[in-house]
């Protein structure tokens, strides 16, 4: 009698217990689908986003701009500017497909994951955002102050793209290249001062004490000199750097006999840059614990380098942008800022040869598959 009388409450305790439990769960359940933890609390915006959506306004204000001054007289030169040529037409193109290339997804809201060529997954947004451009006008848009807006965008692109996503910072690190290469260029054309560009000063961070056996670690998993690796991450991207860089090497050493003497001493100050940009690159190569390519005695050289060495020079330096822009894509840190002032770098140098870049450098974007530009935003 006496067990039977201390079973049960511990039976009632144990039933108690489960109907507890069971109505926890529900309310819990309930409670989350009528009372949202972050019910009232707005969605917080990407960086990647907020920075594609700010080149997306600062471009779409520079192509009005540029567009204001192609119509005006003499390209809008003021007061005390040389009333030459304007070449506005090359930048309201480059603009145009900038903007287009810039434009969000089909649908996609401003709060929502961006997608660019070679898109990745955005971080979270960091606080402050630049404000709008103001209206272009007669008034306010000259060829200095077109420069001027010009620069700051490609300056902003470039510092965004060291903290944006990968295929988000690919695209803006091309943007503001090129944004920056365009400013030069139409300075030197209007005789004004050229924007100055603080890049291939940084060094390439120092590579770790040893690296342990990693698994592809052999000749096979190098890419051969001239060709591209099929693999996308960053110890192909660093191994593709290195082979550009190798070819870079020897073709400036051969080109120093066949050009001429202004020539020759600016590819023998590249010469030495280009030497520079190894060493670095091979240390990245330690840094990651990459394999990289092995320096070779000889390249093969285009037909036409013979004849035409300078342009030949600015062909394989534009060829060398998709490796670096590879390389902002796939790193972050210190190895991608290295890598966004190579790209710079690289397209300067291409520009001074006499090949241009285009507006997406180190990308295949083909600007026929770009969507249009709402109405509103001037098209050439």
């Not at 009372?35 to 986003?49: H, L, Q, T």
């Not at 592809?216 to 191994?239: I, K």
Request: glycine content about 8%.
């Amino acid at each position: 009698m006496n067990h039977e009388t201390a079973e049960k409450p511990r039976s009632h305790g144990w039933t108690r217990a489960l109907l507890l439990a069971l109505l926890a769960v529900l309310v819990v359940g309930v409670g989350a689908v009528l009372v949202p933890s972050e019910a009232g609390k707005p969605r917080a915006v990407p960086f990647s986003e907020t920075a594609r959506s700010e080149a997306l306004s600062a471009t779409e204000a520079l192509l009005g701009s540029a567009s204001l001054l192609e119509g005006t007289t003499a390209g809008g030169a003021a007061a005390g500017e040389a009333s030459v040529g304007s070449g506005l037409a090359d930048s309201v193109t480059l603009l145009t497909s900038q903007a287009r290339a810039l434009l969000p997804a089909s649908g996609q809201q401003a709060s929502s994951t961006s997608r660019t060529p070679g898109g990745a997954s955005p971080k979270p947004a960091s606080p402050g955002s630049a404000s709008p451009s103001p209206a272009a006008t007669p008034d306010t848009t000259t060829r200095t102050a077109f420069v001027s807006a010009l620069s700051s965008s490609a300056s902003r692109r470039l510092a965004d793209a060291a903290q944006a996503d990968g295929g988000t910072a690919r695209l803006l690190a091309a943007v503001g290249t090129s944004q920056l290469l365009e400013a030069s260029r139409l300075a030197t054309i209007w005789g004004l001062p050229v924007p100055e560009a603080t890049v291939g000063a940084t060094p390439a961070p120092t590579p770790a004490a040893g690296c342990p056996a990693l698994p592809g670690m052999s000749a096979t998993a190098v890419p051969t000199p001239g060709t591209s690796s099929s693999r996308a991450d960053l110890p192909a991207a660093v191994a593709a750097v290195v082979s550009s860089e190798q070819e870079a090497i020897y073709a400036y050493q051969v080109a120093l006999t066949k050009l001429d003497a202004k020539a020759s001493a600016t590819a023998a100050r590249w010469l030495a840059r280009h030497q520079e940009l190894l060493r670095g690159a091979e240390a990245l190569g330690r840094l990651h614990c990459a394999a990289t390519p092995p320096r070779e005695a000889g390249y093969r050289l285009p037909a036409s380098f013979a004849a035409k060495p300078g342009a030949a020079l600015g062909g394989m330096e534009a060829s060398s942008l998709t490796a670096y822009a590879d390389l902002v894509a796939l790193s972050e840190g210190e190895t991608r800022q290295w890598a966004i002032d190579g790209l710079v770098d690289a397209a300067k140098r291409s520009q001074a040869w006499g090949t241009p870049v285009g507006p997406f450098p180190g990308l295949s974007i083909d600007s026929a598959a770009l969507p249009s530009l709402p109405s509103s935003t001037p098209a050439p």
